[in-house]
């Protein structure tokens, strides 16, 4: 199932290519850089998913301006995966950021916020929980890309190897060269004299510098890797 991800490339359109196995996106933009994104497809379903949301955060096009990023496991099953990556950014755009009870926590619920927005009933625990577990990193001045990656990707690359990779070669079909060192490194750990033997792996990448990318949603399977990097 390996070896077909070298097949000459049977598909091109604006949305991304084919080549065999493997689907990706050389470089395309986003509200604030590059990204550059590659799929292999080891399994019969895409099971996990993810999305790359640029622009507008709220309902409202006045609203603040961003860019999304959500990788969604489907190893549990493929609809809750799919669920998400079609439902969640769309309800995210909806919440009110400002006093609503849902984003709030009880010391919040009450005085100075007037009464309409206050929630009638009690609560004491956090209507909306960061469980189980919310991570910050301030991105510096000095940072030049994010690779955004499920596991599949750092059980064959180290974060050295990864970055190394991505500050060696240009940034056009970094995701891709990222996907088949990773699928490179399997091989090796698996003994195999050869990249034709099948590996249940699937590798998502991206990378990203200006201009206006409103809305992509890609698919990747068990083991998936997803990396986005942005400039």
């Known amino acids: ?27 395309g933009n986003h509200l604030y850089g590059k990204f550059s994104m590659a799929v292999i497809q080891a399994n019969n379903l895409l099971e996990d998913q993810s999305q790359l949301q640029s622009g507008p955060l709220s309902s409202c096009n006045s609203g603040p301006q961003g860019t999304f990023i959500g990788v969604y496991d489907g190893h549990a099953g493929i609809e809750a995966s799919r669920f ?39 609560f ?24 955004f990656a499920s596991d599949g990707l750092w059980e064959h690359l180290s974060n050295q ?4 990779i991505v500050q060696n070669f240009p940034r056009r079909g970094i995701a891709k060269r990222l996907a088949k060192a990773a699928l490179k490194e399997a091989a090796k750990k698996r003994e195999m004299r050869s990249l034709s033997n099948s590996y249940p792996f699937t590798i998502r990448g991206g990378v990203p510098s200006p201009t206006d990318l409103h809305s992509a949603r890609f698919s990747a399977l068990p083991r998936t890797t997803i990396a986005k990097m942005f400039t």
């Open 84 to 122: 998400i990556s079609h439902n969640l950014f769309s309800n995210f755009k909806g919440f009110k950021i400002h006093w609503d009870a849902f984003l709030k926590r009880a010391e919040f619920n009450k005085d100075p916020p007037q009464s309409k927005y206050r929630s009638a009933e009690p």
């Open 161 to 164: 190897e990864a970055v190394k």
């Open 124 to 147: 004491h625990k956090p209507i909306l929980s960061s469980e189980p577990s919310i991570l910050v990193h301030k991105l510096q001045s000095e940072d030049q890309f994010l690779i």
């Open 1 to 27: 199932m390996v070896k077909p991800c070298w097949r000459p490339r049977v598909d091109d359109d604006a949305s991304g290519k084919v080549d065999g196995l493997v689907w990706y996106k050389d470089l």
